[in-house]
């Protein structure tokens, strides 16, 4: 059975940062899966942050976002991660991993879903 755990939320003030983990369990090829982060913010409705190709070599990411998160993984550890910089009180939201295969868009229709993790960005 497969299974994404986030971990690394919390409280930051504006400007500043986090690093939300994924860790994923399961799988047979983790490096076969595309990753993803998203978030849902309260009174919105999810919306796709970066995604990550199963070798690494490939990343998209949100345009609100862009500059400020860097997404990776380390197939090794069957890990994804989320760096979060200059923090913005827009970023509030509860954030989700999710795998899928193949197709790898923040647009897409992930297949397996974590429970979240709460970022919430304060002035």
């Known amino acids: 059975q497969v299974q994404l755990v986030e971990s690394g939320g919390g409280s930051v003030q504006a400007g500043g940062s986090l690093r939300l983990s994924c860790a994923a369990s399961?799988?047979?090829?983790?490096?076969?899966?595309?990753m993803g982060w998203f978030r849902q913010g309260p009174g919105k409705e999810r919306e796709g942050v970066a995604t990550?190709?199963?070798?690494?070599?490939?990343?998209r990411y949100a345009d609100s976002v862009k500059g400020r998160f860097t997404i990776s993984r380390d197939n090794a550890k069957k890990m994804a991660y989320l760096q979060m910089n200059n923090l913005k009180p827009e970023d509030t939201a509860m954030y989700y991993c999710?795998?899928?295969?193949?197709?790898?868009?923040?647009?897409?229709?992930?297949?397996?879903w974590g429970q979240g993790t709460q970022v919430t960005v304060s002035l």
């Open positions: 999710a795998a899928n295969s193949p197709a790898c868009y923040i647009e897409s229709d992930f297949g397996a």
């Open positions: 399961g799988y047979r090829d983790y490096s076969y899966y595309c």
């Open positions: 990550i190709s199963g070798s690494g070599g490939l990343t």
